[in-house]
């Protein structure tokens, strides 16, 4: 299938441009999660992973959880680049929500960045945010990549993106 990148406006970044494989790299965007009226991270100290095709994943460091606890899931899977993912459930005001985050505590040698840092889907929680802005989670359920204005698509996870 051909793809034919959306055109990056002033101010965005074309995921198209994204490198292959996938980077890790600091991220200063102040970055917020709130769920039930409890704000969950907000931390301008994210790990931002880009990949060709896939809006921006951010990590997010451990310390940055308030109000809420990580729970092991037995659910894991593997990133060609990053190594074995360990899926995380969260506590939050007597709510459990499963499966909506994943970590690397092994990750390989490019990604040590993102060791202890927690990733989160964006669906399951009331309100995800990228510098104030609202967040549009990463069609398809599977990829955890986070829509906002900066970015321009397509977007892996798009119904006939399977082989991009």
Known sequence: MHVVPEPAGEGQESVWAFPRPAIA??????????????????TTQAVRVIETSHPPSYYLPPDSLKDARLRPSPHRSICEWKGQAAYVDLDIGGETLRQVGWL????????????????????????????GEPVTPQPGGFYGGWITSHVAGPFKGIPGSRFW
């Open 25 to 42: 790299e600091p991220c200063a965007r102040r970055i917020v999660i709130r769920h039930r009226g409890a704000t969950i991270v907000d």
């Open 104 to 131: 690397y505590p092994s990750p390989t040698p490019a990604f040590r960045l993102l060791a202890g840092f927690v990733a989160f889907y964006a669906a399951p929680f009331d309100e995800c945010l990228v510098d």
